[in-house]
């Protein structure tokens, strides 16, 4: 099984949980040697890649099953759609052998419309466009699908793309960076239309669900949103922070914040089932991973 980006925030999680069962390969570009170092010692094989170079070579070409989790958040739009369209279709190519292939998209695909729950047939939109340093990341995100869809039907490789909503736990996430904005004193941005709501889904969960995705991987891809049960708004997560930690959360409604993203996961739970860590838990063992100091109100107000 190849794993890539595998020091990434949802990869690293994802490849040391897999290889404790898995002959795990974990790919990534390897700048930082800590982050090698922590995959070998949980049983990781590593192997260096750059799909925007197309390089590739170290990937096995006999593997079973393929979890892609790459990303590149450059800003720079030549450099993501190489790395995040190209560089899919020609790990596809690599490994059109395989079993199954699992594509790590976005639920920030979808055109944003208000605080509706959007189905996997909604359509599709820049929703990434009002954040300046990750312009790029919607568009990117919708031509990496168009290629894998395409990639799958010619190399007949069972595919799903899986749009993955607001991922968080011990490694972080977007609750973990409200905290971090929290403690230094900084205002979080919130959408005009409140509540700012999306379906957060634990670290946890993900590896938890990564098997029944290959196991629903199909020709013509089987497209499936991927979110937790919780529907929770930034409001409500940057409180309960708050409650935890003693921290005062300053919230300031903005026009530029991203807009509301929440999913219907009727797909998600015929196929893989409901995840199972709530919200409230999964935050307060994030805060406990990064910040025990914090918990119990030890920061103060």
């Not at 079973?64 to 989790?69: A, F, G, I, R």
């Not at 340093?133 to 039907?153: L, P």
């Not at 995705?213 to 979110?227: D, E, R, Y």
């Not at 919230?251 to 089932?273: F, I, K, N």
């Amino acid at each position: 099984m190849l794993v890539t980006g595998a020091t990434g925030q949802v990869g690293l999680p994802v490849a040391r949980a897999l290889a404790a069962d898995n002959e795990v390969f974990a790919a990534a570009r390897f700048r930082d040697a800590a982050a090698r170092a922590e995959l070998e010692a949980a049983g990781a094989r590593c192997v260096t890649v750059d799909l925007a170079a197309g390089d590739l070579d170290q990937v096995p070409a006999d593997l079973d099953y393929v979890v892609h989790l790459a990303v590149m958040k450059t800003n720079d739009w030549d450099r993501d759609l190489t790395g995040n369209a190209e560089g899919v279709g020609l790990l596809m190519a690599r490994c059109r052998g395989a079993k199954a292939f699992l594509h790590c998209s976005s639920t920030g695909v979808y055109q944003p419309d208000g605080h509706r729950s959007f189905t996997e047939d909604d359509p599709l939109g820049d929703n990434h466009r009002v954040l300046s340093f990750m312009s790029t990341y919607s568009i990117c995100k919708i031509a990496a699908e168009a290629v894998v869809r395409t990639a799958a039907r010619v190399y007949d490789l069972p595919t799903t793309i899986a749009r993955l909503n607001v991922p968080y736990g011990d490694n972080g996430g977007w609750p973990a960076f409200h905290l971090e904005m929290m403690l230094a004193g900084m205002a979080v941005a919130v959408g005009a239309d409140a509540p700012s709501l999306y379906n957060p889904i634990h670290e946890d969960d993900i590896v938890a669900q990564i098997p029944g995705l290959l196991a629903a991987a199909s020709v013509p891809a089987t497209i499936v949103n991927w979110g937790g049960v919780d529907v929770v708004s930034i409001e409500d997560w940057c409180a309960w922070l708050g409650e935890l930690t003693g921290l005062d959360p300053v919230l300031e409604p903005s026009a530029d914040a991203l807009p509301s993203v929440t999913v219907d996961l009727t797909r998600q739970h015929a196929l893989v089932g409901p995840t199972t860590v709530g919200w409230r838990d999964g935050m307060e063992r994030m805060v406990a991973a990064r910040h025990p100091e914090l918990l119990g109100g030890a920061a103060g107000g």
